[in-house]
């Protein structure tokens, strides 16, 4: 289980590694990912909203460290430009 400083050292390891050539946008009411789809990486909202709201500008960190389905669907509430990080990239940073 991931500590709630892992949690966070892990947030700053990401934040300061964005693959910016892995930036995908989608329109207002688009939908980012599924309930129950299971994740291949997170996404980290770079602008606009979401419905629910973006915990620490990361969707889907948790259920992806967790090796499980997406807890809830998400759709942007406004246009929505998020940087795709794989969840192999996530995993080696936990490696570090």
Do not use: N
């Amino acid at each position: 289980m991931l500590t709630p400083e892992k949690y966070k050292k892990l947030v700053q390891q990401l934040e300061k590694h964005l693959p910016q050539e892995e930036e995908v946008e989608f329109k207002k009411e688009q939908v980012l990912f599924y309930e129950g789809h299971l994740p291949c990486g997170v996404f980290v909202l770079l602008k606009g909203q979401t419905s629910p709201p973006a915990k620490d500008k990361f969707l889907g960190l948790t259920e992806l460290l967790a090796d499980k389905p997406y807890s809830e669907t998400v759709t942007a509430t406004t246009d929505v430009c998020v940087a795709v990080i794989s969840k192999a990239e996530v995993l080696a940073f936990l490696k570090k």
